[in-house]
Nanobody, 116 residues
Framework: QVQLVESGGGLVQPGGSLRLSCAAS????????MGWYRQAPGKQRELVAS???????NYADFLKGRFTISRDNAKNMVYLQMNSLKPEDTAVYYC??????????WGQGTQVTVSS
């Protein structure tokens, strides 16, 4: 069992930045990869970025270099640095963890709103 808690969301103006954090607890040694997904009203949840325990990253093409995912295995945390935010980035951002056994866990989500 893995528990995930996101933090760092909020309201920012277009062009601003936010840093999201996700803290994992429970059976953290079972986690192979973690990622960030987002879901806007009326849209399906989509992958933003993911990172494996070894540091291999994957990004959604729509990011165009604006976001960076990182992790601290010792502290069981993953981060998402978001720069040059756009109104279309507005969504609930969810932390995800995948275990070696292909079990998936989700955090409660944190709201990111980009508006002038």
């Amino acid at each position: 069992q893995v528990q995930l808690v996101e933090s760092g969301g909020g309201l920012v103006q277009p062009g601003g930045s936010l840093r999201l954090s996700c803290a994992a607890s429970g059976s953290t040694m079972s986690i192979y990869a973690m990622g960030w997904y987002r879901q806007a009203p009326g849209k399906q949840r989509e992958l933003v970025a993911s990172i494996t325990r070894s540091g291999t990253t994957n990004y959604a093409d729509f990011l165009k270099g604006r976001f960076t995912i990182s992790r601290d295995n010792a502290k069981n945390m993953v981060y998402l640095q978001m720069n040059s935010l756009k109104p279309e980035d507005t969504a609930v951002y969810y932390c995800n963890a995948a275990t070696w056994a292909d079990a998936y866990y989700w955090g409660q989500g944190t709201q990111v709103t980009v508006s002038s």
